[in-house]
């Protein structure tokens, strides 16, 4: 292990630490019944999807209705996910049974494993509907089942542990979402900014002709070198653009740069 791998495990470390007790103050709040400050824009929301699935919120299972109610929310949600997968073959790469299967098996139990080229052979609809769905519902699912769990060993004698469906309503609602929601809009602000440093790598380009075969190293090292998350790989940018003391500093700026926005041959 290198020292920056050992940091940066200290520093997830730290990082969880820190968060225990706030973030165990919120849950408990959120699966007791608790004010939070989500509540008016939750609530009502939470309200009409009992009154749509006819759920009485204050009605609590025993342990066997509570593991019957998750057993049957998975087998129909991984019917439905392939269901979904297997009718979008006229208009899309189609899946085979197995693979079909494979899939909505493991996104409905969190497993998320893709033995396929997401981009080019899943609909945006399948994607949005079922994958991205499954992610937040069976993610919500076992959210709900630790909370029962943790439930059944402090009420100790009792016999019910809570009910299903308002665990997976409430972890959807006041855990899933807002946490997509704040990582959305970092997501977004960081490609906001890495935009801004490809803009100026791209005006330098067209500004000063001695910077033509750099725009040029920017255009192939983004078509062949740019990872999926969207990092570079230093050596092989400087080897293309032949930059030598002022790779770094281009190779910084170029970040998530994408050929088409430069415009240079």
């Known amino acids: 292990m290198t020292i920056r791998g050992a940091g940066q495990d200290i520093l997830f470390l730290l990082i969880v630490t820190a968060l225990v007790r706030p973030a165990g103050t919120y849950l408990a709040l959120v699966f007791t019944g608790g004010r939070t400050w989500l509540d008016p824009i939750a609530q009502p929301i939470e309200r009409a999807l009992y009154r749509l699935a006819r759920v009485d919120a204050a009605l609590e299972m025993t342990w066997a209705e509570y593991a019957t109610a998750f057993v049957v929310f998975g087998l129909a949600g991984t019917v439905v996910l392939y269901a979904i997968l297997r009718s979008q073959a006229p208009l899309a790469t189609p899946l085979t049974p197995d693979l079909a299967a494979n899939t909505a098996i493991s ?4 497993t998320t494993w893709q033995a396929y080229a997401g981009e080019t052979t899943m609909r945006y609809p ?7 769905g499954q992610n937040f519902l069976a993610g919500a699912v076992g959210l709900a089942v630790g909370i029962a769990f943790v439930r059944g060993l402090a009420r100790d004698g009792a016999t019910t542990i809570g009910n299903f469906w308002v665990d997976v309503v409430r972890a959807v609602l006041w855990v899933l979402l807002p946490l997509s929601v704040v990582g959305g809009i970092a997501l977004m602000d960081h490609r906001h900014g890495a935009h801004g440093r490809c803009t100026h790598v791209c005006s330098a380009a067209r500004a000063r ?3 033509r075969a750099r725009a040029h190293g920017v255009r192939r090292a983004v ?5 999926a998350d969207g990092s570079w790989r230093r050596g092989a940018y400087c080897s293309r653009a032949r930059l030598d003391s002022h790779c770094h500093d281009d190779v910084t700026l170029a970040e998530n740069c994408r050929a088409s926005e430069c415009g240079v041959d």
Request: aromatic residues 6%; neutral net charge.
């Open 107 to 110: 996104f409905s139990t969190t």
């Open 126 to 132: 399948t994607q949005l509907v079922g994958l991205a």
């Open 223 to 227: 078509s062949e070198r740019a990872s």
């Open 209 to 211: 002709p001695d910077r």
